[in-house]
């Protein structure tokens, strides 16, 4: 039998024209009569004995036809893939070609496939990034915030000061207009810049119980809700009162209270390991976007416009949870910020366009290094999810169904960047 034919329409669009023997149709047909005439009754005939000339003059020999194609095709589409070398992206578009003097049946197939491309070097990348330090404060500042969990709050006879916590009312305006969410009575709140707009909590600082006073802040440009981005407003704050968190000691009993250490020295020295750790591992993740972003730049790939539309998808999606997370509605979303689904799906391309570039460098990258999820790595994940959510692991497996395809693509990701972390040259990033 002849082999099929490969026309490239596009660097990620092919055209395949797959002949069909005379024997693979015939076979396929036998396979289709044998499953169509199983429940078959005609008179004189035991269900499943109904002989293919009468099964043929009753329904029509176009029924085990089209039943055999749609057993025959999926197998010689699949191997002429192979025989090509493709790696489809999409589901095919088929037609079945006109009949011919001396040609076979012949399935032609369009489909988006992934493009061809040569590696730029890989390993060896060099990156600059800054330096894991934990320093004697950083350790201090972690106990701190632990003791501040165990703190009491207590009421103080002066000023407020950053730190505090207190009580309040507040009406906010913006030009004289009461803007929505600007106001509030009772509120507690600790006086710390980072949970504020700027110039909020810093002018409570002096206020003592009983006072009422204006006090200017000004929203952020990239304030979420638009219509109040970079506007000043003018709050008229009346302090009801000021408490203080008061501390428990930082010692060999605060230590026994919170963790397993037997000392406070003990207990710097866990926190300290686990600074360290917890900055490892966003020294590593630091390097790994340095090498992708070097390993992006240096290549020129044809993306298929199939993996552009779903990664788009994906960020859609994950922008719909993210607000629905923060209690808001998709749609509420859009309107403040002022733009369209089409508009934002928009602004997503060019990032959606870099993701694509890197999932097939990093695919790349895998199959010519071999790198794979192994039995051993999928039971490793699935025991890591069950942990995770307190489920057996037989129980995330049948929950995971075919997603398990997309968790063991995620395990090859990871062990390639892995792979091209501890293959990078990295330098510490000089100080600015």
């Known amino acids: 039998m002849s082999t099929s ?19 693979e149709l015939a076979a396929a047909e036998d396979r289709a009569f044998r499953r169509l005439s199983k429940n078959v009754k005609l008179p004189g005939f035991r269900a499943g004995k109904v002989p293919r000339k009468v099964f043929e003059q009753t329904y029509g020999s176009a029924a085990i036809t089209n039943e055999a194609m749609d057993d025959v095709v999926p197998d010689v589409y699949a191997k002429a893939c192979r025989e090509h070398d493709l790696d489809p992206v999409d589901r095919p578009k088929m037609e079945l070609l006109p009949e011919e003097d001396g040609q076979p049946t012949r399935l032609k197939a369009t489909v988006e496939v992934r493009p061809e491309f040569t590696l730029a070097a890989y390993k060896g990348v060099e990156v600059e990034v800054e330096p894991v330090a934990i320093g004697d404060e950083d350790v201090e500042r972690s106990l701190e915030a632990l003791a ?21 009312d507040f009406a906010g305006k913006i030009d004289g207009v009461a803007f929505d969410g600007g106001t ?28 009422t006073r204006d006090v200017e802040a000004v929203f952020p440009q990239e304030y979420g809700q638009q219509e109040l981005a970079g506007k ?13 968190y008061e501390l428990p000691a930082i010692d060999d009993e605060f230590a026994k209270a919170i963790s397993e250490n037997e000392t406070v020295e003990a207990l ?43 990664e788009v998808d994906h960020m859609v999606n994950d922008a719909t949870s993210q607000v629905a997370r923060a209690g ?26 870099i993701r694509v570039k ?7 990258i895998a199959k010519l290094e071999n790198i794979v ?60």
């Open 5 to 23: 034919t490969l026309n490239r329409l596009a660097p990620t669009q092919v055209e395949l024209v797959i002949p069909i023997s005379a024997d």
């Open 148 to 168: 501040k969990e165990r703190a009491t709050l207590v009421p103080v006879e002066r000023a407020a000061a950053l730190g505090d916590v207190v009580t309040m």
């Open 184 to 211: 509030a009575e009772g509120q507690m709140a600790e006086l710390d810049e980072n949970r504020f707009i700027p110039g909020f909590a810093s002018g409570i600082v002096g206020m003592v119980p009983g006072e």
């Open 232 to 244: 000043t407003a003018v709050f008229t704050i009346t302090l009801h009162d000021v408490k203080s």
């Open 268 to 310: 710097r020295a866990d926190v300290r390991a686990r600074l360290e750790a917890i900055a490892t591992g966003r020294r590593r993740r630091a390097i790994s976007d340095a090498v992708m972003q070097k390993l992006v730049d240096a290549h020129e790939i044809p993306l298929p416009e199939t993996m552009v539309a779903r």
């Open 328 to 353: 808001i509605s998709f749609e509420d979303y859009l309107k403040e910020s002022g733009k369209t689904e089409d508009e934002l799906r928009a602004e997503y391309r060019a990032d959606a366009e």
């Open 358 to 364: 890197g999932t097939l460098v990093i695919e790349a």
């Open 373 to 432: 999820a192994t039995p051993a790595d999928v039971t490793a994940e699935l025991e890591s999810l069950a942990r995770q959510y307190g489920q057996p692991v037989e129980r995330i497996r049948q929950a995971l169904g075919n997603n398990v395809l997309s968790m063991m693509s995620g395990i090859v990701r990871n062990k390639t960047l892995d792979f091209l972390v501890d293959n990078a040259k990295v330098a510490d990033a000089k100080a600015k």
